[in-house]
């Protein structure tokens, strides 16, 4: 809600959930995200990580929840080693691509196409028959 210029009204939730941080790494182009998911305060994350989260993409939240995200992209080993790393010097769990195409759905995809095919080849042979029937009479 803005009133004005420059003065602005933000309401936090009582709650003070903690971040959960992700690790994204995409194996084919060796590229490195960091992901904190699921807090209450808008800025929780850049304080919690200044090193990585200032001046990176603000914390968003969608329209629907009340909790909010926010990534940000590694350039270095020092933050890729920060990412998530807790007091007790565990580390965040680590997300991989694991969608492998499914070789049930590439069937039912196809078989759906041809009978679109099918319908569409039925549509025309009987427009053609009806448009035939017309100019014979």
């Given at each position: 809600?803005?009133f004005?210029?420059?003065?602005?009204?933000?309401?936090?939730?009582?709650?003070?959930?903690q971040?959960?941080?992700?690790?994204?790494?995409?194996?084919?182009t060796?590229e490195t995200?960091?992901l904190a998911?699921?807090?209450?305060?808008s800025?929780k994350?850049?304080?919690?990580?200044?090193n990585?989260f200032n001046n990176?993409t603000p914390?968003?939240r969608?329209?629907?929840?009340?909790?909010?995200?926010q990534v940000?992209f590694?350039?270095d080993?020092?933050?890729?080693q920060?990412?998530g790393?807790?007091?007790?010097?565990?580390?965040p769990?680590?997300?991989?691509?694991e969608l492998?195409p499914?070789?049930?759905?590439?069937?039912?995809?196809?078989?759906?196409?041809?009978?679109?095919?099918?319908?569409?080849k039925?549509?025309?042979?009987n427009?053609?028959?009806t448009?035939?029937?017309w100019i014979?009479?």
């Amino acid at each position: 809600m803005v009133f004005g210029e420059g003065t602005r009204l933000r309401v936090d939730s009582a709650e003070d959930l903690q971040p959960s941080y992700y690790k994204l790494v995409d194996e084919n182009t060796n590229e490195t995200a960091c992901l904190a998911t699921s807090f209450t305060r808008s800025r929780k994350a850049e304080l919690d990580y200044p090193n990585l989260f200032n001046n990176k993409t603000p914390a968003v939240r969608p329209s629907d929840d009340s909790l909010y995200s926010q990534v940000a992209f590694l350039s270095d080993a020092y933050q890729v080693q920060q990412c998530g790393k807790a007091e007790n010097g565990s580390l965040p769990k680590t997300c991989k691509d694991e969608l492998t195409p499914d070789p049930r759905m590439n069937f039912v995809a196809l078989m759906v196409l041809g009978l679109r095919l099918l319908f569409l080849k039925t549509v025309v042979f009987n427009v053609l028959l009806t448009v035939r029937l017309w100019i014979s009479q």
